[in-house]
């Protein structure tokens, strides 16, 4: 495991940008980090790092290096796991990201129901943005991620809406959602770009990090909201919120499934992801309106 530490040490480098903070993360002293990396570079025969005045920066030749070496401690690690897991030292772990939504409410019971299927598997959920998942996935930091837009296996489909309070000043009736202020989340969430993409000229009074969030100021009556109709259906029938009709929703959103491909992923991992793509088993988790609602509706691109 020579070469694969000092590999490592290499991208704690890259990623936190001094010998210093890289030698803290990997437990070892800043001399020892240093000739880890310069018998790197003697075996690579080039000069992969040079510092500045506050950071150390990857050269040309640790630029080409870097996404292979991310490449090469993700496949040791997936190596060691499928062994582990064939030998019965343990029963495997399987890591997963996903957005919000998903992690709240697609999630959980299908989740449950694999731990009771396998209740020896480890299960890691990173709960973040598509893009992150995505880069997260590239290196290795996880083995499957639900994503919102096309690219992967398709999963589910999830309906944005627009809801209010039924008792607030911004009543379903009467609201116009053009010009009514909307309580959002910020730039760069999935629904927030639905948002400024079908309602552009849509006021924003309030930029919230949680779906929890948003529906506590709706319901007080600051502004309407454009969610997941998932994530309402409970207030939605407890009456403490209110469907807003309007010719663009709901915006269909799809889901989708990516990976590394399937040969590359640990046994739990690939257990999980037959789970999720099982037609009964996804039914457990597809949203309880589908897609067969009446009115027009906005298939998502993005």
Same mark, same amino acid.
């Given at each position: 495991?020579?070469?694969?530490?000092?590999?490592?040490?290499?991208?704690?480098?890259?990623?936190?940008?001094?010998?210093?903070?890289?030698?803290?993360?990997?437990?070892?002293?800043?001399?020892?980090?240093?000739?880890?990396?310069?018998?790197?570079?003697?075996?690579?025969?080039?000069?992969?790092?040079?510092?500045?005045?506050?950071?150390?920066?990857?050269?040309?030749?640790?630029?080409?290096?870097?996404?292979?070496?991310? =490449?090469?401690? +993700? $496949? !040791?690690?997936?190596?060691? %796991? /499928?062994?582990?897991?064939?030998?019965?030292?343990? @029963?495997?772990? *399987?890591?997963?990201?996903?957005?919000?939504?998903?992690?709240?409410?697609?999630?959980?019971?299908?989740?449950?129901?694999?731990?009771?299927?396998?209740?020896?598997?480890?299960?890691?959920?990173?709960?973040?943005?598509?893009?992150?998942?995505?880069?997260?996935?590239?290196?290795?930091?996880?083995?499957?991620?639900?994503?919102?837009?096309?690219?992967?296996?398709?999963?589910?489909?999830?309906?944005?809406?627009?809801?209010?309070?039924?008792?607030?000043?911004?009543?379903?009736?009467?609201?116009?959602?053009?010009?009514?202020?909307?309580?959002?989340?910020?730039?760069?969430?999935?629904?927030?770009?639905?948002?400024?993409?079908?309602?552009?000229?849509?006021?924003?009074?309030?930029?919230? =990090?949680?779906? +929890? $969030? !948003?529906?506590?100021?709706? %319901? /007080?009556?600051?502004?309407?909201?454009?969610?997941? @109709?998932?994530? *309402?259906?409970?207030?939605?029938?407890?009456?403490?919120?209110?469907?807003?009709?309007?010719?663009?929703?709901?915006?269909?959103?799809?889901?989708?499934?990516?990976?590394?491909?399937?040969?590359?992923?640990?046994?739990?991992?690939?257990?999980?992801?037959?789970?999720?793509?099982?037609?009964?088993?996804?039914?457990?988790?597809?949203?309880?309106?589908?897609?067969?609602?009446?009115?027009?509706?906005?298939?998502?691109?993005?």
């Amino acid at each position: 495991m020579v070469v694969l530490d000092r590999l490592r040490h290499f991208v704690l480098v890259a990623d936190l940008g001094t010998l210093t903070a890289a030698a803290r993360e990997a437990h070892v002293t800043q001399p020892a980090l240093t000739a880890s990396i310069q018998r790197l570079e003697a075996e690579m025969g080039a000069r992969l790092l040079a510092r500045g005045h506050r950071r150390t920066e990857l050269t040309a030749a640790g630029t080409a290096l870097l996404p292979r070496a991310r =490449a090469a401690m +993700a $496949a !040791v690690e997936a190596g060691r %796991r /499928a062994v582990t897991e064939v030998m019965g030292l343990e @029963r495997g772990s *399987v890591r997963l990201g996903a957005g919000a939504t998903v992690c709240t409410y697609y999630l959980p019971p299908l989740l449950a129901l694999f731990r009771q299927r396998f209740p020896r598997v480890q299960i890691f959920v990173r709960e973040t943005v598509t893009d992150a998942i995505v880069s997260a996935l590239e290196r290795g930091e996880l083995d499957l991620g639900v994503i919102t837009r096309p690219g992967g296996e398709p999963w589910l489909d999830d309906e944005l809406v627009l809801v209010t309070s039924p008792t607030g000043p911004y009543r379903p009736a009467a609201v116009e959602a053009e010009t009514a202020p909307f309580v959002s989340f910020p730039p760069g969430s999935t629904t927030r770009d639905m948002l400024d993409r079908h309602f552009p000229r849509a006021q924003i009074v309030m930029e919230l =990090a949680g779906i +929890a $969030a !948003v529906k506590g100021n709706v %319901r /007080a009556g600051v502004g309407i909201a454009l969610v997941s @109709r998932r994530a *309402v259906e409970r207030d939605l029938r407890a009456k403490v919120l209110a469907l807003i009709r309007h010719p663009v929703t709901p915006i269909v959103r799809p889901f989708s499934i990516i990976h590394r491909g399937e040969e590359r992923m640990p046994p739990a991992a690939a257990a999980l992801y037959q789970m999720l793509l099982d037609p009964a088993v996804r039914e457990i988790s597809a949203p309880r309106s589908g897609s067969r609602g009446s009115g027009r509706r906005a298939r998502s691109r993005g």
